[in-house]
């Protein structure tokens, strides 16, 4: 009595079962064949309508539209269309660190080559032959900073002493050219640029804010470099096996299933997402703090460190430095003549030339609308904000990269029931992970080796952790190339790392006697050359003065 309906309900249910699969099986592939033509691809052996799917190895094997030759297909499509996700989400990171590199380095570089024009156009007004005669030195001297600023192993404090020793060695001749100096003699003159401070403080206060501003300077510009290629190549993403199978199933497996409109849930998009983008994801917290090491160095340079205020002037500085020396150079002269001996006279015909005949006018600066404008048309304050606003909007860009592809409508549904779950079309309920790599190992969707970190990746972090550390010793007015830690304490050796206010060390050279066994000049030097050395000149400068007066008058 109980088998009839039984057998009946079985019957039935076989026969709806049937007449199912005869509907599945006559299901159009129409839909699919015009978005795999779309693709690029060719409908060759691509079906009409769907076939049994058990040779698929990534999408569900029931009924498909896709053939294994389809599959592959769109294996490699989605592993292009991640990459160009990633390079279009990043290009705005990128664009950010190439386009200020360039924009600073062209400042930077402009604003040295009108300091160096300002400083040759107001010295030929100023001094005439004499600096045209000797301007190699001030050429060096640029030279010098242009190739620190470009990356070169020079020395800033080397290169700023041996300035202020040849310009002292050049203007003492100048200022006693009723005398012959040999090599050996300028070179003891020049052991006593710091024990006479001919100059003034000049060269001290402007050898601090060089060396501070060129190394806050050349640091940012060199980290904009760096941030500019660590986004390029981290932005090139390596794909792993189980990512592409991840991708595939995400962005293609609807078209497999007949579906080729239905979008992947944002949620399952950010889970595929996070588990391709792990080791990336792991860049940022040293992404970070190198942003935050550029910030503080552009902080310096709107302030104390303003390349711009210290380059300026630097024709006003030197000047200023140079006039010192003249007002100062019976002084100068008095202790040189004590501690290095009493030079030999020149002879006749090469008494002193006025110094009148050379320095016939005070310094007159550039007034401000007279000093040239540099091409990027704005002052480094300007550039720096801009920069610093920039960089500002590049924190915790990795780690948020995810959300930036998935928050794409191209990508995405944002209606989570009309979205692909990974299986068909409905809500996505598994959990988002967090970011990075040890975060994976519960990833639903992707499989990752959490034990295997991406070795280029780590290679970006230590180089991204080279450049911050650079960057807070620039921070610190502290040249890292040329700091010794061996040397730090004495503060000697090659670019020994200066503080907050940096102090030079020098060692004074031993007061030599005069030299005994010739205190006098020869006793056949005619005229007035036969006066002891410190009356000879105080009665030479005392000329020099009233020939400067009368003239001024």
Known sequence: MLKTPVVVFTSLSLLLSLSFAGDVKSLSCSDVRQAFTTKGFSLH??????????????????????????????GQQSKLDFEKLVDENSHTIRTIFTSRHKKFDEFFLELLDNSEKSLNDMFVRTYGKLYTHNSEMFEDLFSELKRYYTGGNVNLEEVLN????????????????QYTF?????????????????????????????????????????GLMVGREVANRVAKVNISPGCSKALTKMLYCPYCGGMPGLKPCANYCQNVMRGCLANQADLDPEWNLFIDAMLLVADRLEGPFNIEAVMEPIDVKISEAIMAMQDNSMQVSSKVFQGCGHPKAAGVGRSARGISDVFNSRFRPYSPEERPTTAAGTSLDRLVIDIKEKLKESKKFWSSLPDSICAEDEVTDPDEEQCWNSHTKGRYFPEVVKDGLTNQLNNPEVEVDITRPDTFIRQQIMTLRVMTNKLRNAYNGKDVYFQDSSDEESGSGSGSGFTTEPEVVHTEPPMLEADKSDPQPPADAAGPQQMPSLQLLSAVTALTWLLLLLRWR
């Not at 076939?51 to 297909?73: A, F, N, W």
């Open 45 to 74: 052996n691509v079906p009409h309508q769907e076939i049994p799917g058990e040779h698929l190895r990534v999408c569900s094997q029931g009924y498909t539209c896709c053939t294994s030759d389809m599959e592959d297909k769109l």
């Open 162 to 177: 041996d300035f202020w020793s040849r310009l002292l060695e050049r203007m003492f001749q100048l200022l006693n050219s």
């Open 182 to 222: 040999t090599d050996d003699y300028l070179e003891c003159i020049s052991k006593y640029t710091d024990q006479l401070k001919p100059f003034g403080d000049v060269p001290r206060k402007l050898k601090a804010q060089v060396t501070k501003a060129f190394i806050a300077a050349r640091s940012f510009v060199q």
